[in-house]
């Protein structure tokens, strides 16, 4: 218990608790804190587009979705539903949010060296290989088969949100692995998404966004560090990229990868020039006299520190930290919503088809596959280690929460089949659908049945894999 003097002020130590209380979390407990959250706000948006689609009111919600926006000046406007607005426009902030992660990983996280990537990145591809190669399995030869990549992403969300409630009883590591593991598949359904859901490419507007693109690299190299010209030329790229028919949402990844990524300041130079000015600052003041304003040399001392601030911080951390809270919180709820309206309407018919099958197999039985077999088959060879803490039991809970593919799969649902191919697209939502709630509820059974790991174990299983390599 932490005791107050009797004048009413703490001791030096009380100060520093009180204050570190106040400090933002570490960067991966608020982005998992944020994850989990955003998980829940994500269930809830998709239960009530379900619900709201199939109740006496449909007929409101799928007006909605038809309302058309019109952006622009005479002459030169965009002019379609809200539906293709949050897909098309905001879905591009989801998508450079996803870009900002994957690169900050690659550069300083869990993805930085090679031996610390090689699993998740394995892992990764065979968890998106699998669920693909199944479902093709099931739509060889029909028209159908464009739907192959809908199952192979994953759902980070929701995933680290079912496994923030078992905190107590997993390895720790076993969040970060899933986390850098959710970002290179989607760093693969990026990829899939601009080389095979891209139709009647228009040259002129890809050249247009190779020169926007040179522009925002050319602001790198010249250093600078505000970011309203980085989201004006993003403006600009996500409209090339809109016109020429390779997806919008490429701008985001494109956008975030040539966002800076080094600071002005290291953090040492940072902290001497803080405590200097700090220092000036308190020499300022005139203790006893009420400031309502400040006066020239303070608001100078006020701006220099906070130049400081800026400075120690990159353009892609600046432009990251901003976009933490709207992405999880407005733009991944108001897709959630506007796509799970999946009318029940011959449901039978709908989740007995080569469509809802394929869908439902490949997220259901090709993510676990895809990741526990690639796993054991590279940890046995030498190639790669476990996580501390992480067992291959782990590994199969793991796997089967890999099976929500809830945002990326609808996405990719809307881009593989065409408006000819409205039955397959409702086929495609319901089996997404279901299989989240089944990999959701299946893999939380698993997860708490492998319970936490004993000491003992964990130290022979350290042995065993020294005597491995």
Not at 144 to 159: E, F, H, Q, S, V
Not at 316 to 341: K, T
Not at 408 to 413: K, N
Not at 442 to 465: C, F, K, M, N, W
Request: glycine share 8%; aromatic share 8%.
């Amino acid at each position: 218990m932490v005791r107050i003097s009797r004048h009413g002020q703490g001791t030096e130590s009380q100060r520093s608790l009180a204050l570190g209380r106040r400090l933002p979390l570490l960067p991966f407990h608020e982005f998992m804190q944020a994850e989990t959250a955003s998980g829940f706000l994500l269930v809830s948006s998709l239960l009530l587009g379900f619900f709201w689609a199939n109740s006496p009111w449909s007929a409101s919600y799928f007006h909605l979705l038809e309302i058309h926006l019109t952006v622009g000046v005479a002459g030169a406007q965009l002019d379609h539903p809200l539906h293709t607005w949050i897909n098309d426009g905001l879905m591009t902030i989801f998508f450079l949010l996803v870009g900002l992660e994957l690169k900050r990983e690659v550069l300083v996280g869990e993805l930085s060296t090679p031996r610390q990537a090689a699993l998740p990145i394995l892992a990764a591809v065979s968890g998106a290989a699998c669920p693909a190669i199944i479902y093709l399995l099931w739509n060889a030869g029909l028209p159908t088969a464009r739907g192959w990549g809908i199952p192979m992403a994953t759902d980070i969300a929701l995933a680290l949100a079912i496994l923030s409630l078992m905190s107590r009883r997993l390895p720790p590591a076993l969040k970060v692995f899933l986390s850098a593991l959710a970002i290179a598949d989607d760093l693969i359904a990026v990829l899939v998404i601009a080389i095979f859901y891209t139709q009647g490419i228009s040259w002129v507007a890809l050249t247009a966004a190779g020169g926007v693109a040179g522009g925002l690299f050319l602001l790198g190299w010249l250093g600078l560090r505000r970011l309203w010209p980085y989201v004006l030329l993003g403006l600009a790229l996500w409209l090339a990229f809109f016109l020429s028919g390779v997806h919008a949402s490429i701008a985001g990844v494109v956008l975030a990868f040539l966002m800076p990524a080094r600071a002005r300041l290291d953090l040492p130079t940072f902290m001497a020039q803080s405590q200097e000015l700090l220092a000036q600052g308190s020499r300022e003041v005139v203790r006893g006299l009420p400031q309502w304003l400040l006066d020239q040399r303070q608001q100078s001392l006020i701006h220099s520190l906070e130049m400081a601030c800026k400075d120690v911080q990159a353009p892609l951390q600046r432009m990251e930290y901003h976009l933490q809270r709207s992405v999880p919180f407005v733009i991944i709820p108001l897709f959630a919503l506007v796509n799970a309206g999946v009318r029940l309407e011959g449901a039978p018919d709908q989740l007995f088809n080569s469509v809802s099958v394929g869908v439902a197999l490949g997220l259901l039985l090709g993510k676990p596959i895809g990741i526990v077999t690639v796993s054991w088959l590279a940890s046995r060879l030498g190639l790669v280690q476990l996580p501390e803490g992480v067992r291959f039991r782990h590994l199969l809970g793991l796997g089967t929460l890999a099976g929500i593919g809830f945002t990326m799969s609808l996405f990719i649902a809307d881009l593989a089949f065409e408006e000819t191919q409205t039955l397959a697209l409702t086929q495609a939502k319901l089996a997404i659908l279901v299989s989240g709630v089944i990999a959701a509820s299946l893999g939380t059974l698993i997860l708490r049945l492998s319970g936490t790991v004993d000491p003992s174990e964990a130290s022979s299983q350290t042995v065993t894999d020294t005597n491995m390599q």
